[in-house]
């Protein structure tokens, strides 16, 4: 969901890296000043970046955006990701504030529908929220100001929540390496957020787990391998543990519309794409977080990972 995995997926899918079937968005799709701009560097400097095809495209107006949308379906994106609000972590923008026009997302929704896609979007204000939602966005990232109102259409709409606490959690916890604006944001969004949270899962919201990780460095403790540690605080927010793993599992292929595979569920004719544990996840969730704990792993049908059997770079 803005990253390079659209192109790890294509050596994953041609057999030279074991790994997961990706669902890549590519870049993400933010206007100027938006939540995905680079606001520090020269706008001649992030325009050419975006040009040479690092994950984040910049876009203003109808055409743009929906130039934007044909680029990453070049690139191979199987969903589309924009910034409808600004973010935490970035330096100048503003969480409440929407971003983008309801007539630019609108064409971007319309845009990837004409290519069975899709359009995930991170949202955390409201006013945001509910322009994605009018417009047709099929999952919303965050939510962090969701409200009795917006959760209602939610529901109307059938959109998924993605509540991507871990990355919350993280910052809460490393205050102190932040910069002191998104140090600021983060303060202000982390009670509202976890509120939000309880507040749609007891109202019923369909959820998906995502946790907004972001690195593969070995020394960083937020990174890909972690994404276990997002069911505990699941659990926490009011899923029973199975309603966790449903949500981390059945529930992913309603995040990506017409192209959604079967998967998720261990019936005929679906993905034989599951996993082992030492442990039973019902009683003790936190085990889904301890990679060490996932003894074996299938993907379909082929055995990845076992005791016997790690995992190795060549397939």
């Not at 199987?78 to 972590?89: D, E, F, P, Q, Y």
């Not at 290519?115 to 945001?128: F, I, L, Q, T």
């Not at 004719?269 to 003894?295: H, R």
């Amino acid at each position: 969901m803005a990253g390079y995995g659209v192109f790890v997926s294509q050596a994953v899918d041609e057999g030279w890296l074991p790994g997961p079937n990706i669902y890549s968005s590519h870049s993400i799709i933010s206007m100027t000043a938006g939540h995905g701009d680079l606001h520090s560097h020269p706008w001649s400097l992030v325009r050419a970046k975006c040009n040479e095809g690092i994950p984040m495209y910049v876009a203003d107006g109808v055409d743009e955006c929906i130039r934007a949308v044909r680029l990453q379906l070049r690139c191979g994106a199987k969903v589309i990701k924009i910034c409808a609000t600004g973010g935490v972590l970035s330096l100048v923008d503003d969480p409440l504030h929407p971003e983008f026009s309801p007539a630019e997302i609108a064409a971007i929704v319309d845009e990837a529908a004409r290519a069975d896609r899709v359009v995930a979007a991170h949202c955390h204000g409201k006013r945001g929220i509910m322009n994605a939602l009018h417009a047709g966005i099929r999952t919303i990232e965050h939510g962090s100001y969701l409200d009795d109102e917006a959760i209602a259409l939610m529901k109307e709409k059938g959109a998924v929540l993605v509540a991507t606490r871990t990355i919350v959690e993280y910052g809460i916890k490393n205050l102190d390496q932040l910069p002191e604006e998104p140090r600021k944001k983060m303060e202000q969004i982390a009670d509202a957020h976890k509120v939000a949270w309880a507040k749609a899962i007891k109202a019923g919201v369909k959820n998906a787990l995502g946790t907004d990780l972001g690195f593969s460095t070995m020394s960083v403790d937020h990174r890909h391998g972690m994404n276990g540690r997002e069911f505990p605080l699941a659990v926490k927010a009011g899923l029973t543990p199975l309603e966790a793993m449903e949500a981390g599992t059945a529930a992913a292929p309603f995040t990506l519309g017409p192209q959604a595979p079967e998967s998720g569920q261990l019936k005929a004719g679906y993905d034989a794409d599951f996993i082992a544990l030492s442990c039973n996840p019902i009683d003790d969730i936190d085990i889904l977080a301890e990679p060490s704990k996932i003894t074996h792993v299938w993907k379909g049908g082929k055995l990845f990972k076992s005791p016997e059997h790690p995992v190795s770079m060549l397939v």
